[in-house]
């Protein structure tokens, strides 16, 4: 009743949109000493961004730093080395010089960034000595002098801001990375940094001693009024890092007081910030604490914010003005942290791996992310957590707005009521009202929450993948759930739970192969047996499944029972990381491959071109019933490719609100000679109703004609089309317009 006219349509660049949602992941903050709207912030793999507004909004200022490709790190959250850290020079603001944290080949690389020029340029200076560099420091607010620690331990200083380095003619044993230089306020020539304890420089740093060999030292700060007094955080060797207090220069230390206001034992992360008379420490995964009298007095700050991997910034001029990044954006403060707000316009580097549409309104959309990204540091890799958040777009993505920072790896919206959302990542979270209030299900689930999926004609059943913890089901809104004997094998994660359209308790769960139910979870056989799959996708009119792997797309017509291999113009090469069908068109098939290309086909998958655009690394696919491809992405947010339709699709998206019937009834149920299907019709149109098994096989066609009247009755007498008697079992009526498709579960029993 259907026919196919869809034909590729031609895409331009600027046919594609994207405008958020902003955040990433920020490792440094730099401020210019004399301006107080410029400041600059290093990311992750997203290098360097600049703001002349205050830390209001950002722009890229990458021009110049090297690039990773996606042979280099196809799972990096960006195209560049993480940024270790960030200078501005003290005279001159408009210099910048940034550290690129190492890859695996153990060396960072130096960059500069001067007046007039359009790039970064790379600095040498110490490779001729066999070694690589750490970081650099500049301990005075006033001087061009600066030092650069490098593997092996050695220290360099610069006379003329980085452009020659002299090597230290003597130097203490050992001096680790991430300890920085820092001068005596009452002696510029008296600097002091971290080791094994402390050590010092008497003569602005040619030459070094030991004061006193300790416990290795992550941070410290001097004290402005007494030089003297000293308060640096330990690395242990257990999973804490204690606060000591020295009242000789570093040559005694004493655990700092405990505090039974905040709390009992001092644990700190290794960052700390003095800034004009303001102290700061920012604790790792807790609340991190000014003091305005170095240390006498405390007081929690930036208490809402995630603190994972914390760094702030101070500008100039701007009394009590602070930037604070982490890993999920940057948020700027006007009272030293004590209220703070979201400040990362137009930073475009978050992590979304999930992003949904609003079956009715596709105006209405949500992106998750949650914690990943990849960085270096030496030779070893780490994990960090990234953009954890839910989004919701009122305006097709247009603009963002973060309705919760939680670890968001999954989202299901509901088809039928789509102000009724569900979300996952730790925890298990719902919203009946479009998320504007929040209830958590579950704080924290008992593995990752990889998936969710939402029983079609069931509303109150969801299903839930955990990864290597398994499927889940709840029968009362996600209050509840019981953990489903599913045959595991591995520990990857769920990327998608799909229900087949004809035969809903006909269940598909995406993990290393694909795991099946016909009866809605109670047994499950496993298809695709060791193939590496990544996502599924239903046609839904016909249930004909789609299936990515790390190295194929393949096809189902029976339910995975066989499938075969449609790679018809895509490179052999090419591995794939999600599949979307376009739910009005559905011979209109996307794929997101891991070679920084989407395909689309628009004959079911038996020919596929590339479809250009702007987009970097995508990750999730979603189309709009308004013909619109989003696209959620590995650091870049989300893009959108608008009016890219054909015009069987817009014959059916210009028909208005999504068609559904105002009754439809089976009974009686379960029967023995015979079912009556019942249902009434907003409008007149061509109408399909047929008799489907849990298999998906078509048994019977009840009607396939024009009604000429409102309401309708069938009546199926159990038997196939052929006139032969089916068996007792589960069965489901399939009604199809042209503009939707309703499904109803019927039992027969002989």
């Not at 009024?225 to 570093?250: C, K, R, V, W």
């Amino acid at each position: 009743m259907i026919l196919n006219l869809a034909l590729p349509i031609s895409v331009h660049a600027e046919n594609w949109t994207h405008s958020g949602p902003y955040g990433g992941n920020v490792t440094e903050i730099a401020t210019s000493p004399s301006d107080s709207n410029i400041v600059y912030l290093g990311t992750v793999n997203r290098g360097v961004w600049k703001s002349e507004d205050g830390g209001r909004s950002w722009i890229e200022f990458n021009e110049g730093l090297p690039t990773l490709s996606l042979e280099d790190d196809e799972w990096s959250n960006g195209d560049y080395q993480a940024i270790r850290s960030l200078h501005v020079h003290p005279q001159r603001p408009e210099e910048v010089f940034t550290v690129l944290r190492t890859g695996s080949n153990d060396v960072n690389y130096l960059y500069v960034r001067r007046d007039g020029c359009s790039a970064w340029v790379e600095i040498n200076g110490w490779e001729e000595d066999g070694r690589s560099l750490f970081d650099i420091y500049s301990p005075w607010a006033n001087d061009q002098q600066f030092f650069a620690s490098t593997c092996p331990d050695w220290i360099y200083y610069s006379l003329d801001a980085c452009s020659t380095w002299i090597p230290v003619n003597s130097k203490p044993d050992m001096l680790f990375e991430d300890k920085e230089i820092q001068a005596d306020p009452s002696n510029p020539a008296h600097l002091l940094a971290g080791n094994q304890g402390i050590i010092e420089s008497l003569d602005s740093g040619k030459t070094w001693s030991e004061v006193n060999k300790t416990m290795e030292i992550l941070d410290f700060v001097i004290d402005p009024d007494d030089p003297q007094h000293i308060l640096a955080n330990f690395n242990t060797d257990a999973m804490t890092n204690p606060l000591y207090e020295s009242f000789g220069g570093g040559l005694n230390w004493y655990p700092y007081p405990d505090n039974d206001d905040y709390f009992t034992v001092w644990e700190v992360g290794d960052n700390m910030y003095l800034f004009s008379d303001r102290f700061f420490i920012c604790r790792y995964y807790d609340t991190s604490y000014l003091s305005s009298d170095f240390g006498e007095t405390w007081e929690p700050v930036f208490q809402d914010v995630n603190n994972n991997y914390t760094t702030l910034g101070e500008l100039p001029n701007a009394t009590s003005t602070i930037l604070m990044g982490n890993n999920d954006g940057v948020y700027r403060s006007n009272d030293s942290g004590r209220t703070n707000r979201r400040s990362d316009d137009g930073l475009d580097n978050t992590y979304v791996p999930v992003i949904r549409v609003d079956e009715s309104d596709p105006t209405i959309m949500y992106a998750g992310g949650y914690a990943y990204c990849r960085f270096y540091t030496g030779s070893s890799g780490h994990m960090a957590s990234v953009t954890n958040g839910i989004w919701k777009s009122s305006d097709g993505g247009g603009s963002w707005d973060l309705i919760a920072e939680t670890e968001t790896c999954a989202i299901a919206v509901d088809p039928v009521q789509p102000d009724t959302v569900y979300w996952g990542g730790d925890g298990v979270f719902r919203s009946y009202d479009g998320c504007m209030t929040i209830d958590t299900l579950f704080e924290a689930f008992y593995n990752r929450v990889d998936a969710l999926a939402i029983h079609p004609h069931r509303r109150s059943r969801l299903f839930l993948g955990a990864g290597a913890g398994g499927v889940f089901r709840s029968d009362d809104y996600g209050e509840t759930w019981e953990s489903m004997d599913v045959p595991w094998q591995g520990s990857n994660s769920i990327d998608d739970i799909v229900f087949h359209p004809r035969c809903p308790d006909t269940v598909y769960v995406q993990h290393y192969g694909i795991y099946r139910t016909f009866d809605g979870g109670e047994s499950w056989e496993l298809k695709l047996s060791g193939r590496a799959t990544r996502s599924i996708a239903v046609d839904p009119e016909t249930g004909k499944l789609y299936c990515v792997t790390s190295a194929d797309v393949l096809v189902s017509e029976d339910c995975f029972e066989t499938s075969e291999s449609i790679k018809s113009g895509i490179n052999n090469e090419t591995g794939f990381w999600d599949v979307a069908v376009d739910p009005w068109q559905s011979d209109h098939v996307l794929i997101a491959a891991d070679n920084d290309t989407l395909y689309e086909s628009w004959d079911a998958g038996e020919t596929w071109s590339p479809l250009p655009g702007p987009y970097h690394r995508p990750l999730d696919l979603a189309v709009g019933k308004d013909g619109a491809v989003h696209i959620g992405t590995n650091g870049y947010g989300v893009w959108t490719l608008r009016d890219h339709t054909s015009e069987v699709a817009d014959s059916r998206r210009t028909a208005g609100v999504l068609y559904r019937w105002a009754e439809m009834t089976c009974y009686p149920t379960p029967f023995n000679s015979g079912v009556t299907v019942a249902f009434s019709l907003p409008e007149l149109l061509p109408l399909e109703v047929k008799v489907y098994d849990v298999t998906g096989r078509c048994v019977t066609t009840l009607y396939d004609d024009l009604p000429r009247e409102t309401p309708l009755r069938l009546f199926w007498n159990g038997q196939s089309g052929t006139k032969a008697t089916v068996s007792s079992g589960v069965y489901f009526v399939v009604a199809r317009s042209s503009k939707n498709i309703i499904t109803k579960k019927i039992v027969l029993l002989r």
